[in-house]
């Protein structure tokens, strides 16, 4: 468990070394009282561990930057991919005070040895209006392009790019869809069409895709507030959602997409252990009314047919 004693934690993304794991999260300080103002304080912070269990907490890998610029109001959740060259890549989301919090937009930063990171400057991505809805103060709460996962291409092509965005068509309460962009280096991105159709969910947060025993799974979460009603009217509260695709890059079938039982977890990332076993690391959100911001210790999962199941 990554618990601090002074500041709650959230959003979490895992890089491995080799020799340890690492865990870049979103953290603020618990002397805001008030969790809900969490969000616009947010840095991200830095631990590691050879168990996925027991952390050593290191620097704090980002805080946000001077301003004025794009990111200068609080740094999100993001991804860390190793390059070519040996050198790491932490994406992350960035928002500004200029724009009040409200436009999402993706950058990075380089680290030679994953504590010491300097941004490039950006930002690299932001959302699309040929595909991609912005932020027009009615139907939605903020711009979503956010929680960037990059990965290598399976057939070698490239870079890829997963981001929490909206589409431009459809019912508001349901726009949700998986944005995504491309780039041969890391360091040029070009912004594509989305991979899904709007499919009921509002926000499709902290995307992750990761092939399990042969089959290809995307991971997201949203809690019921933020479904479209004919979602919401199945009961559902909402959470950890886990839906089988095709390929990294999907088809998914988000009519599939079911949760995962647990009575918080949220923003969780499938992670290998040092025995090739998957399981979720995420943070406990919501418990009886109280805020708890702690990362879990690691929850085995397992393939259950054409879904994802705690074990």
Not at 184 to 189: C, Y
Not at 222 to 239: N, V, Y
Request: proline residues 8%; negative net charge.
């Amino acid at each position: 468990m990554l618990r601090l004693p002074d500041h709650w934690v959230w959003d979490s993304w895992p890089a491995d070394d080799g020799e340890h794991h690492h865990l870049f999260f979103l953290r603020a300080s618990r002397a805001l009282l008030d969790p809900d103002r969490r969000h616009q304080r947010a840095s991200v912070g830095h631990a590691r561990s050879t168990d996925l269990t027991h952390w050593e907490l290191l620097p704090d890998a980002l805080v946000t930057a001077d301003a004025p610029a794009w990111d200068d109001q609080a740094t999100w959740t993001g991804s860390v991919v190793r390059a070519p060259d040996g050198s790491w890549r932490l994406f992350y989301t960035g928002v500004s005070r200029a724009e009040h919090g409200l436009i999402q937009r993706v950058g990075a930063a380089r680290s030679d040895d994953l504590v010491t990171w300097h941004r490039i400057p950006g930002p690299l991505t932001e959302a699309d209006p040929r595909w991609y809805e912005k932020y027009d103060g009615v139907a939605w709460f903020d711009e979503a392009w956010r929680d960037p996962w990059v990965f290598a291409d399976p057939d070698g092509d490239g870079w890829h790019m997963l981001v929490t965005a909206r589409s431009r068509e459809g019912d508001p309460a349901g726009r949700s869809v998986i944005g995504h962009a491309t780039s041969p280096d890391l360091e040029t991105w070009t912004v594509q069409p989305p991979l899904s159709e709007p499919a009921g969910f509002g926000q499709m947060e902290v995307p992750q895709v990761a092939e399990v025993d042969g089959q290809w799974f995307l991971l997201f979460c949203c809690w019921a507030p933020q479904l479209a009603p004919e979602r919401r009217d199945t009961g559902t509260k909402g959470g950890m959602w886990v839906a089988p695709g095709a390929s990294a890059l999907g088809p998914w079938d988000l009519d599939r997409a079911r949760t995962f039982e647990h009575p918080s977890l949220y923003a969780a990332r499938l992670v290998q252990d040092r025995a090739g076993a998957w399981n979720l690391l995420g943070f406990r959100d919501v418990e009886e009314g109280v805020f708890v911001g702690e990362i879990t210790d690691p929850l085995p999962v397992v393939r259950d047919g054409d879904t994802l199941r705690l074990a």
